[in-house]
């Protein structure tokens, strides 16, 4: 029995599910969004709360009014952050980039619940304490089966939007190869590898800390970092994340070491948040955006589809700018009465083409993929080594990208810094063999030359569905330039 039908159904009350879920209602469709967390607490996510932009339009595109939730006190906390700091303590390294283009520290609570609110507003249903445990489908996606407040129900719709994070366990229940597709489904679920490991605490600390104007990262034992974002000068947020194709680190003890080394955090407490401590972890998504993020009936959008960065793991900016996406499309398919993949072939298209962010995060990944191959020990040297201009560019805090193409600064800048640093004694504390150094070197050049020809693959994204094989095999043979390049093995391989 259908216990409810709608135009569109959006799975989870996280950024992306409210950014679709608000977007097709404005366009006038009918959407329920399902929430497995109660009223609430939702909202209440696992998050280091660092936010870019929260007042630029391009970032946060559609309905939600973005300047009413920066505007709120206790959403937007710490307004003061104009630096990103790198530690590396047992070097000696600290690197300071001046962050200069609107990067902020919320309560992502607050920011979530204001963001539920707004949906709830352009008239979306939200139903809460409803888990989606099936997705029911023939030919196309035609719904869900829940069990809400305790009751199972059954839900129809024309389209689902697939917003429920990282690893979403909805694509695990779709046949994907069962869906009437012209030729092989454009979607492909993620491998688990694609996917990191965070955890993060709030602790609020005696005294103020000295960095309180900045975020800070270090490096951890795999690849993957600790990071103190503060919140207040005296409430932070600390936390640390690692990729899943490394050795598995117990994060929460591996947290605590860390925390209780620092004089700064002594006699500090963890925070508190419904009657418990303020303690949460996830996965998060550690690729390129999906190649198509759709399917007959089905959309995703946010760490479901991998629009987080692939370096840092930040993902709110791309949770919503491809839900907005996703909401718009599939309230567009839904009016032309289209729910095909070259129906709903519109998300893709504004996501790589027109927006164009999700295009610029697939070809980044390409420093995720070096970074990945190389000893932690060199990476740190590495790291070390780089010029601030260059490591800025990587974690895609800079506003001067076209300015820093010239890749002379950047070979200019390693060398000089390879001198100081050779002077230092840092390859020899981490016991880093200088060839070895040497060659990573060269292998991130070599990235940063094939990060532009994948920009320029991306470009040239297919704007309809059927030219996406094309596409697709011209993309595979750069990845397998590269690959070669950096003389990977093919188990070594990421996609
Ligand atoms: C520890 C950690 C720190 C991070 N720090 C930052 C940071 O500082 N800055 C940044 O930009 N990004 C950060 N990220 C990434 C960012 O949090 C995510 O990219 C972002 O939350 C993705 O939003 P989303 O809406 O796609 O998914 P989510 O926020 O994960 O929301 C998914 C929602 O779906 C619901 N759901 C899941 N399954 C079901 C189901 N079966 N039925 C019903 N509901 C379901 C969940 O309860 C949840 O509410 C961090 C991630 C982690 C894990």
Known sequence: MVDSQHDVIVVGGGIAGCFAAATAAAEGVDVVQLERKPREEGGFIACGDAIKSPRNPTNYPGPIDMDAVANDESVLIDNNIDQIEWWDEDLGVRKVLPYQNGSNVIDRYEFGQRLLEQAADHGVEQHYDTVVNEVVQDGRVTGVKAIRDGEPVTYECDVLIDTAGAQSIL??????????TPAEPTFEVPHYTHFGSA??????????????????GKPLEEMGYIWYFPRTP???????????????????????????????????????????????????????????MVAPGYLTAGGAAGT???????????????????????ALAVEDGDVSEAGLWEHNRWLYREHGEAAKLASWDAYNVAASSIDVSVLRAVTALLPEKELREIVGTSTEVDGLKSKL??????????????????????????TELYE????????????????????????????????????????????????????????
Do not use: C
């Open 234 to 292: 005296t409430q932070i947020n600390v936390g640390l994340g690692f990729q899943m194709n490394k050795e598995p680190i117990p994060l929460a003890d591996r947290l605590r070491r860390d925390v209780e080394n620092r004089p700064e955090f002594r006699g500090a407490n963890v925070a508190e948040r419904f009657d418990r401590k303020n303690k949460l972890g996830s996965a998060i998504a550690l690729r390129r955006p999906l190649d198509s």
């Open 171 to 180: 694509q695990d229940m779709v046949d994907f190869e069962a869906l009437d």
């Open 409 to 434: 600064l950047v070979g200019a800048g390693v060398l000089r810094n390879f001198a100081t640093e050779t002077r230092k004694g840092t390859f020899d504390e981490l016991g880093v063999d200088r």
């Open 199 to 216: 955890y993060r605490e709030i602790i609020e600390t005696e005294e103020p800390v000295d960095y309180h104007n900045a975020i800070v």
């Open 440 to 495: 990573a070197v060269l292998g991130l050049k070599r990235t940063r030359d094939y990060v532009s020809e994948y920009e320029r693959r991306y470009e040239a994204y297919p704007a309809e569905r059927s030219s996406f094989e094309r596409w697709r095999s011209e993309r595979d043979r750069l990845d397998r330039e590269f690959y070669d390049a950096l003389e990977l093995s093919p188990d070594e391989r990421k996609y």
């Open 308 to 330: 987080t960065h692939p370096i840092t793991g930040k993902g709110i900016r791309g949770a919503a700018y491809s839900g907005y996406s996703a909401g718009r499309a599939a």
